[in-house]
């Protein structure tokens, strides 16, 4: 076993404990009189990117590991998850609307949508050498940019608008990004 292979063992499980929470939840999200769009696409959206979290995970494989390093990327599993707790409560059963949950939650699902953007960014640019200004910084810059609006933001079109820009986003980034496991590896390398 390579020591990529070992660390991948903690990323995976926290990948893993964000789609366990957001699986779990989804009936419960999705229920009949209860479920409140925008958030719905949110939650399909941190679950979409829990996904494309470990897929891209692959990148970091030849990185020179050291604990600092090993911490700094454990914080995108981290933050996502984060997200994906926020979403979806411990005790999903128990929301009556997912419309009020979900303004009342907003503040910190957007900070931590914030977050997540900052700490993809970071990692980029120190685990793989891609440049700031790189056009691959477009996904990581629109998550920071609905985080930021969604954090300001209370109306419920604005939102309504974000859910649909981030999915969008999201899906299109999949697609033209990261088909292939090492994308962003091959990209800082050329």
Do not use: K
Request: charged share 10%.
């Amino acid at each position: 076993m390579t020591l990529f292979e070992y660390l991948a063992i903690a990323f995976s499980l926290v990948f893993s404990f964000s789609a366990t929470r957001l699986l779990g939840g989804l009936p419960h999200v999705v229920a009949t009189g209860r479920r409140y769009g925008p958030h719905l696409v949110f939650v399909t959206a941190t679950l979409l990117v829990t996904a494309v979290g470990f897929w891209n995970l692959w990148n970091f494989r030849e990185a020179a590991w050291t604990l600092p390093r090993f911490l700094l990327v454990l914080t995108i599993p981290g933050a996502i998850h984060y997200c994906a707790c926020v979403l979806v409560p411990q005790q999903a059963e128990m929301v009556a609307s997912w419309e009020a949950y979900y303004y009342d939650v907003r503040p910190r699902y957007f900070a931590g949508l914030v977050v997540v953007g900052v700490v993809i960014s970071v990692n980029l640019y120190t685990m793989l050498g891609v440049p700031i200004l790189d056009p691959i910084r477009l996904p990581q810059a629109s998550v920071i940019c609905v985080g930021a609006v969604g954090l300001l933001s209370d109306d419920r079109r604005v939102h309504a608008a974000l859910a649909l820009v981030q999915l969008v986003g999201l899906v299109l980034a999949m697609l033209a990004l990261f088909i292939q496991p090492d994308f962003l590896l091959q990209r800082a390398a050329g």
